[in-house]
């Protein structure tokens, strides 16, 4: 396995090796066995994950301190910090980029640092590419600014401005050391699809499971809890989550995300099949409309069925109602960001 953390040679001489052998030979052959200290700071990073294989490309992205202890501009500094503030307080743009309960953290967990949690360092070395989702090309802005469309149930700041670009510098410093379009499975990217359940995931049980062990911090209505305008707990559904174009409302990936982060503090504790109940059931409640709505619930579903809702509940019937059958669109006043357009790059 190749692990790439040329960030704190300092302290991690093991690592500079590994660095070493990278530039001199492809990267298939510069295996190098991970030191014991890399593996343990992983292992408290992801507690109870699958350990990297012989084809993982592991990075362990800088943490806050080690920004300060840096020699990097104080300028840059200040924007990388002022990056991590906008990721992890997103709600300080409520009612202008962020229409819902979220931070980019609340999914994002650990800052965005943590495998199994969706890390954001893989999308600044893996971009610009090719986006199924909405065919075309997509840079790292546009590929955060799809998460404020969605997920924030929001509009994205500007292309190019300040916000979007501390945003982007906060994502690519993370990535301090990994070569671009690096070859090799990047560990713990994304929320890594679990393996197929035993029994079809079920919404009774999974209902069972949420009362059980997710409505003391999600709430019984999946609301969340915030005191006096503070989100301490996001909700999971509602005019207030995530809206139906969200990545996180496909099944599987909702699935992955609650095995390998949740309950908080307890990740990799539920089984497999008691993830995929609790996603089958938090994935057919209710959300504002899917910004690429075109009026109608089923011809949206046909035009994005393939690409995207083959993996949703969107347009099927649960309790005698089509889910996502509505004009809600949550707490915004606009269905989907004027920023968002198809490209032709012509
Ligand atoms: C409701 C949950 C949620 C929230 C909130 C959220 N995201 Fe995401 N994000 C996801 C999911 C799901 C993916 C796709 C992961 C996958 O492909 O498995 C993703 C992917 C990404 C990626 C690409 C990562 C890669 O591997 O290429 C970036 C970058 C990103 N998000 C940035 C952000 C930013 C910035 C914010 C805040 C503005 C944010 N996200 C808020 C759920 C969320
Ligand atoms: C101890 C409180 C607590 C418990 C119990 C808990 N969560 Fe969470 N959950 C959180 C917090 C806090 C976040 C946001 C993470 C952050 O900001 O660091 C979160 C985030 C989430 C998210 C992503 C953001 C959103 O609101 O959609 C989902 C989905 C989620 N939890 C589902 C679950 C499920 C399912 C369970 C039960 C297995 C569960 N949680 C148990 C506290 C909790």
Known sequence: MTIFNSWMPRLRTGLLVALGSLLAAPLAQAQTELSEESLAVLASMAPGAPAPTADSFVHIPPTMEDLEASSLHPELKRVIRRGYDIFTNTQQFRDEYVFNDMNCSSCHLGAGRLPFSGPIWPAAVTLPDYRPKNDHVNNLEERIAGCFTYSMNGKPPAYGSDDMIALATYH????????????????????PRLDEPAEKPDYERGKETYAAQCSICHG???????VRGEVVFPPVWGDNSYNWGAGISRVFTLASFIKHNMPLGQPNSLTDQQAWDL??????????????????????????????????????????????????????????????????YD
Do not use: C
Not at 175 to 187: H, Q
Not at 281 to 307: A, C, M, N
Not at 321 to 334: A, E, P, Q, S, T
């Open 220 to 226: 019984d209505e999946g609301a969340g809890l915030s």
């Open 279 to 344: 996603a089958q059931f938090i994935d057919s409640q209710e959300r504002p409309q899917d910004p690429r709505y075109t009026g109608d619930v089923k011809e949206t579903l046909e035009l994005y069925r393939d690409t995207f809702h083959k993996h949703t509940m969107y347009g099927q019937e649960v309790n005698g109602r089509v889910l996502g059958d509505h004009d809600n669109v949550g707490r915004k006043d606009f269905l989907k960001p004027d920023v968002l357009r198809d490209r032709t």
């Open 172 to 191: 690519q410093w993370l990535a301090s050391g990994v070569p671009m379009y690096p070859t090799g499975k990047l560990y713990g990217r994304g929320f």
